[in-house]
């Protein structure tokens, strides 16, 4: 029974997110809308309910709305989440810097980020073919959220750091451990994976999430360390924020750039794997 229970306790940290994406977004639309009352008021404008209406629409999907909603959860998700990981599944979240930085470890981590992006892109690009209507309502959500403008400093500041944490803590903090409760490993991994598929609410991030999950998975299990899936999930999200695309409409320099990086991303893999094997074994001498 009580394996049942943290098999459904697994559910918990899902809803839970949403629910705190949700209790963010109305203070600050709220917020917005007293900020538009006040311009009406003090400019003596004569606006009407209409105009005020769509000017509020424009503002809530704008991409400074959206940027501030999501950092406001992330932090919300890092400090309700992280104190779960850690009072109830004891997760090692004060390690000391020189006991956890290991150069060979972080140096293969970062090797595999360009195969799993390569990946990602794989993934999205053979769903996008298969099923043309699922891109253009993934193009359009994030049009409608504002996030397909320029980058400012509070997107890279959510999008490569706090997003990763906050997010590494609900899935492969409560989440992943809830799971290993109730199943083994590689279907406790397979099952968070799925989640943070469906956390982001459209089919074509759902589906790489899951394949870019189950590396963060195993990172942070065979690791045995959190820390290590949130570097992977911090250098993933710089490398897709910050990589020019521009450098890949050239066919001949995009098929070696592919090749490279899958090359360079199985590299990593196997680095990791073999001075994970290294730490265990100084460790049982």
């Known amino acids: 029974m009580k394996k049942v ?3 459904f306790l697994c ?9 705190v994406q949700i209790l963010i977004t109305f ?39 959206n940027t501030i909603v999501s950092i406001g959860f992330a932090l919300s998700c890092i400090f309700i989440f992280g104190f779960w990981y850690k009072a ?27 195969g799993l992006q390569m990946l990602a892109s794989m993934v999205t690009s053979i769903t996008s073919v298969l099923f043309p209507g699922w891109m253009e309502f993934y193009e359009k959500l994030m049009k409608a959220a504002g996030l397909t403008g320029e980058l400012s400093l509070l997107l890279i500041l959510y999008a490569i ?35 943070f598929g469906v956390f982001h ?9 899951f394949f870019i999950g189950l590396f963060l998975g195993y990172v942070c ?12 999930h911090i250098f993933f999200n710089a490398w897709g924020t910050l990589m020019p695309t521009e450098l890949l409409n050239e066919p001949m320099f995009a098929g070696i750039f592919l090749i490279v990086s899958i090359l360079v991303g199985i590299a990593g893999f196997l680095v990791f794997n073999h001075k994970i094997k290294q730490e265990s074994q100084a460790v049982s001498i």
């Open 161 to 195: 750091f706090l997003g990763p944490v906050g997010e590494e803590m609900i899935f492969r903090g409560v989440t992943l451990a809830s799971a290993k409760c109730a199943l083994p490993f590689w279907a406790a991994n397979l099952f968070q994976a799925a989640l």
């Open 5 to 7: 229970g943290y098999f």
């Open 201 to 209: 609410l459209n089919v074509i991030q759902g589906i790489y999430a």
């Open 88 to 114: 109830q599944f004891k997760g090692e979240l004060n390690k000391v810097p020189k006991t956890l930085f290991k150069p060979g470890i972080f140096i293969s981590i970062i090797l595999m980020v360009p």
């Open 27 to 65: 203070p600050v639309m709220g917020i917005s809308a007293m900020m538009e009352f006040a311009k009406i008021i003090f400019s003596e404008s004569r606006m009407g309910i209409m105009e005020l209406y769509k000017n509020l629409l424009s503002v809530w999907s704008n991409q400074s709305f």
């Open 11 to 19: 559910f918990v940290p899902l809803i839970l997110a949403i629910a």
């Open 221 to 232: 299990e065979k690791g045995k360390s959190i820390y290590y899936s949130i570097f992977l």
